[in-house]
């Protein structure tokens, strides 16, 4: 790999943590000092943004620091720490992104009667974030596929292009399509789906106002940014491991592997 290579994935990652870092900070810190904003439904927004700060300080810290000496400088149990704390902020994101799209839809299309939303409902759906991510970041460590150098060697993620015997690395990576991204993605467009659905409904048996109308076309305008959002992450990085995995033994350059 040329070292023009690194130096760009060094400066990519330098303005992810430039950009998320801040972000993600001031989004805690505000809602921690104004009473007002720690209510039940920003919960997950909060957790959203601890996610973040897990990517920003074990992944793209990391993989900044280790580009610019060339490899992955922190041996083993250096990769097995930021081949978890990456997964594990990554799939707290992904899982944050699904309970935002539930809590709104059970808030919302109120498919539970008599239902209110709550604190306890907010600190479930936030321990469940922490369940599902859990549950991906740490098999790896323990026996279940494993965490290894990819792409350009300066970090580490997930092994779904070898064939290693006893890692059960098919198995696994079957696991996390199904389970981390083909179920969420279901349940983000059922309930944005529904929700859109509503608004709608409740919008024609009212009087078509001007207000009515805003609202419909801006709730309709978040739901849209929030699924191609959902699709513009998670789609790409999904599509290249599975076809990564089901061309195991095939030759892949380092650069189309960091990608």
């Known amino acids: 790999v040329a070292p023009w290579?690194?130096?760009?994935?060094?400066?990519y990652m330098f303005f992810l943590i430039l950009t998320g870092f801040p972000v993600n900070f001031l989004t805690l810190y505000v809602t921690i000092e104004h009473k007002k904003l720690r209510t039940p439904l920003n919960y997950i927004l909060l957790n959203?943004?601890?996610?973040?700060?897990?990517?920003?300080?074990?992944?793209?810290?990391t993989t900044m620091y280790t580009s610019l000496h060339g490899y992955f400088v922190f041996g083993r149990?250096?990769?097995?720490?930021?081949?978890?704390?990456?997964?594990?902020?990554?799939?707290?994101?992904?899982?944050?992104?699904v309970v935002l799209a539930f809590e709104r839809w059970m808030v919302v299309c109120?498919?539970?009667?008599?239902?209110?939303?709550?604190?306890?409902?907010?600190?479930?759906?936030?321990?469940?974030?922490?369940?599902?991510?859990?549950?991906?970041?740490?098999?790896?460590?323990?026996?279940?596929?494993?965490?290894?150098?990819?792409?350009?060697?300066c970090s580490?993620?997930?092994?779904?292009y070898t064939r290693v015997p006893g890692v059960n690395n098919e198995s696994f990576v079957v696991y996390?399509?199904?389970?981390?991204?083909?179920?969420?993605?279901?349940?983000?467009?059922?309930?944005y789906g529904r929700l859109v659905c509503t608004v709608k409904e409740?919008?024609?048996?009212?009087?078509?106002?001007?207000?009515?109308?805003r609202a419909e076309r801006e709730v309709t305008r978040m739901v849209i940014i929030m699924v191609i959002g959902f699709l513009v992450c998670w789609i790409p990085y999904a599509s290249v491991a599975w076809y990564i995995f089901t061309h195991q033994g095939s030759e892949f350059g380092p650069l189309f592997m960091t990608l």
């Not at 959203?48 to 810290?61: I, P, R």
């Not at 996390?176 to 309930?191: G, R």
């Not at 409740?202 to 109308?213: D, F, G, H, I, V």
Request: charged fraction near 10%; include cysteine.
């Open 110 to 153: 109120k498919p539970v009667s008599n239902f209110r939303f709550g604190e306890n409902h907010a600190i479930m759906g936030v321990v469940f974030t922490w369940i599902m991510a859990c549950s991906c970041a740490v098999p790896p460590l323990v026996g279940w596929s494993r965490y290894i150098p990819e792409g350009m060697q």
């Open 48 to 61: 959203l943004a601890v996610s973040d700060l897990f990517m920003v300080f074990g992944g793209f810290t």
């Open 176 to 191: 996390m399509f199904i389970v981390h991204f083909t179920i969420p993605l279901i349940v983000i467009f059922f309930c």
């Open 202 to 213: 409740a919008a024609a048996q009212q009087q078509e106002s001007e207000t009515t109308q």
């Open 5 to 11: 290579a690194y130096a760009c994935l060094a400066a």
């Open 156 to 160: 580490c993620g997930v092994d779904y």
């Open 77 to 97: 149990v250096g990769c097995n720490l930021e081949g978890f704390f990456a997964t594990l902020g990554g799939e707290m994101g992904l899982w944050s992104l």
